[in-house]
């Protein structure tokens, strides 16, 4: 049913030293006007490459930093950006390229920030480092760049080839696989929240998702990889109920899950939870999800729309409210899968879930952390969240 030997076969030659250039065919903002939020949907085009995949992957890709940043870090640096540098494999680039594909410069580590206090010996930065400072260092980081280092603590640098000692590698960033090859084997759909903010007096946008939102419109291409998720998978018995808990872009897999389904690769009950801020602006998908629901791919929906009402509901609080029921699918036997928000989410759905099972099974509490380290080892309780 699942190809898994194929796809890790055949995805072999594309990885995140070698990405394959993938076309963007699609990319149309999901959330409707209004919206404290920016997601879009992201078709790519896998081409000939053979790339394969299974719902539940996510895709590597490989972000550039815009040319603006780019070049005002050059001309603070005094260098012309046609200096000669190696990359992080050894192969020689120029600096201009160099500061565009391998460095990170759009957000601040604290590896860079104490390097460049040795460096430029400003007592701000030593102040810093100081024990017990950890709160402010960290303050300090959020929602700084490279160039806003650059511009409190000017220093002169020597050889370009330092900057390879002083920035991290610009990481590829991962984005949940929407999309089911068993329905579309040509593309890689995504679904992704673009990251803007303001700080310090100018407007940011994060790395990876400010460049899929602002500079990469339909027709031009991305380095991308795909990063399988073996902990991810839909079960293996195609009646296994399936409960599917994914708020925001944490939704993204369920998608996948649901074409595949749609496809006829198993017959599993689906019940999805999702919850956003307001239904008519952040129902991502609505169409599809209604659709799925009509005609039964989708067995059950429960939303939660947080703003919509004077109190805050999310996901949880249904959770809570279908307790009941969602005992009834555990008891036989469902898998209960999480995606999207690591901090607070997870954790808050995780205490719904060990409270439905605590109070619907009469056993109490503990039997109910019993129950979970039982789903733990049976793979039935599956996270990926961020
Ligand atoms: C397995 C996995 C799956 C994922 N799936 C998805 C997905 O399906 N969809 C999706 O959208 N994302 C997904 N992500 C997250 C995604 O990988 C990126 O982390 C996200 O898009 C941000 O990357 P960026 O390069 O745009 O932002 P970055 O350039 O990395 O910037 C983010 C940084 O900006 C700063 N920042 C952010 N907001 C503020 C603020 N308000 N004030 C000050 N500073 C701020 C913080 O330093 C933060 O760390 C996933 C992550 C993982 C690990």
Redesign the pocket.
Known sequence: MQTEATATLESIVFDRKHPYSAAVLDNHVLTGSGSEKE?RHIALSLGDSGITYLPGD?AGIL?SNPSVAVEEVLRRLSFRGDEPVKDFYGELTDLRAALTSWLMI???SGTTLRAWAAHSQHPDLALLLQPGSKDKLDAY???REFLDLLEHAPAKVEDPQQLFKLLPRLAP????I?SSQALRPDTVD??????R???YGRT?????????GERTPVGCTMPVFI?S?KLFRLPDSPDAPVIMVGPG??V??FRAYLQHKQAGRGRWPMWLFFGDQRYAQDFLYRDEFEAWLADGTLNRLDTAFSRDQAFKVYVQDRIREQSAELWRWLDQGAYFYV?GDSQRMAPDVEKALLDAVATHSGCGPEYAQEFLADMKKQKRYLR?V?
Do not use: F, I
């Open positions: 997601t996510s972000p759009g957000k601040l980081l959020w929602g960033r991962l984005y949940s929407s995504l679904t992704v929240r673009v990251v903010y303001e700080s940011r946008l994060g790395v990876c998702s400010g460049q899929l990063h998720n872009t944490g993204a897999p995606c990926d961020y």
